[in-house]
């Protein structure tokens, strides 16, 4: 398991846009595939993003598709979760999660997980 740490986020008007962070000082961070996760108030935990340890698969929830963006810098250990157009349906703790994958692909499961990082978005 790698230490995962979630950053960006914060408050801000429906429309509006803001981009979280997920690093790791783990030296083998660049073989994880990464995942976004959110959990609204009340609700279940749901899949947002995705993105496979080179970069070469992206997953998309559909209710983030065509607003978000999930990319990674391999050379400063972070992955990147883009959201523009929020709503404040997308008001929910953000979380980031890993998993070590041998080939470039999407693991349907994600064995280490970040702390949350809030995201409010207000009418």
């Known amino acids: 398991q790698v230490q995962l740490v979630e950053s960006g986020g914060g408050l801000v008007q429906a429309g509006g846009s803001l981009r979280l962070s997920c690093g790791s000082s783990?030296?083998?961070?660049?073989?994880?595939?990464v995942g976004w996760f959110r959990q609204p108030p009340g609700k279940a935990r749901e899949s947002v993003a995705a993105?496979?340890?080179?970069?070469?698969?992206?997953t998309y929830a559909n209710s983030v598709k065509g607003r978000f963006t999930i990319s990674r810098d391999n050379t400063k250990n972070t992955v990147y979760l883009q959201m523009n157009s929020l709503k404040p349906e997308d008001t929910a703790v953000y979380y980031c999660?890993?998993?070590?994958?041998?080939?470039?692909?999407?693991?349907?499961?994600?064995?280490?997980w970040g702390q949350g990082t809030q995201v409010t978005v207000s009418s």
């Open positions: 999660a890993a998993a070590y994958t041998t080939f470039d692909v999407v693991p349907p499961t994600f064995a280490s």
């Open positions: 783990e030296r083998t961070f660049t073989h994880y595939a």
């Open positions: 993105i496979s340890w080179r970069g070469g698969v992206t």
